[in-house]
Nanobody
Framework: QVQLVESGGGLVQAGGSLRLSCAGSGRTFNTRAMAWFRQAPGKDREFVAAIRWSAGSTVYADSVKGRFTISRANAETTLYLQMNSLKPEDTAVYLC?????????????????WGQGTQVTVSS
């Protein structure tokens, strides 16, 4: 099991930026991919971005492409999400997730380790 702790959320005006971090610990050696999801009140959990750990290849949801960047620091098993040009519709709890699988990385059910989430609020 991998333990994940997110940080970096907060309140920002539309057009602003935030950088989220996710620190992994525990059995991280077999992590194949990590991702960010988000969940707004009354809505389903939504895929945001994912990265394959060894190759560093990335995939993004269309809604964030060109504005968000996912990256990782291998040595510390730390995941980042740089969010620019934020919009009110980006408001949600952002959750970090890890998986031992190398496929289906845009699907929440692929992931077996989750953080508690960090709140991001974008005001108009």
């Amino acid at each position: 099991q991998v333990q994940l702790v997110e940080s970096g959320g907060g309140l920002v005006q539309a057009g602003g930026s935030l950088r989220l971090s996710c620190a992994g610990s525990g059995r991280t050696f077999n992590t194949r991919a990590m991702a960010w999801f988000r969940q707004a009140p009354g809505k389903d959990r939504e895929f945001v971005a994912a990265i394959r750990w060894s190759a560093g290849s990335t995939v993004y949801a269309d809604s964030v492409k060109g504005r968000f960047t996912i990256s990782r620091a291998n040595a510390e098993t730390t995941l980042y999400l740089q969010m620019n040009s934020l919009k009110p519709e980006d408001t949600a709890v952002y959750l970090c997730a890890a998986t031992r699988l190398g496929f289906g990385i845009t699907v929440a059910s692929t992931y077996d380790s989750w953080g508690q989430g960090t709140q991001v609020t974008v005001s108009s």
